[in-house]
Nanobody, 125 residues
Framework: QVQLVESGGGLVQAGGSLRLSCVAS????????MGWFCQAPGKEREFVAA????????TYADSVKGRFTISRDNAKNTVDLQMNSLKPEDTAVYYC??????????????????WGQGTQVTVSS
């Protein structure tokens, strides 16, 4: 089992920034590719960003490219999502997720084995 706990969400004005963090415990963190997903009210959960086990591969949804940056620290068992130039349409609950030793980074939520509880991000216009 892997436990994931997100933090860093909140209310911010459009154009502002937030940094989300996810702390993992329970298993060897470096065995997992990590992803961030979000779910807005009335919508399905969707992919935001993912990072490979060694940080060698980063993948982003088109909607966040150039604005969001994913990073991880395997020594601290953390994965972060730096969110800049936030827009009202970024408002959602953000979840981190862990994918055990995947052959490649995937963007589909069904591939991920463990999920956090989520943290709310609200961007006001």
């Amino acid at each position: 089992q892997v436990q994931l706990v997100e933090s860093g969400g909140g209310l911010v004005q459009a154009g502002g920034s937030l940094r989300l963090s996810c702390v993992a415990s329970g298993r060897t963190f470096s065995n997992y590719a990590m992803g961030w997903f979000c779910q807005a009210p009335g919508k399905e959960r969707e992919f935001v960003a993912a990072i490979s086990r060694s940080s060698g591969t980063l993948t982003y949804a088109d909607s966040v490219k150039g604005r969001f940056t994913i990073s991880r620290d395997n020594a601290k068992n953390t994965v972060d999502l730096q969110m800049n130039s936030l827009k009202p349409e970024d408002t959602a609950v953000y979840y981190c997720a862990a994918d055990y030793r995947p052959p490649k980074i995937v963007v589909t939520e069904h591939s991920y084995d463990y999920w956090g509880q989520g943290t709310q991000v609200t961007v006001s216009s």
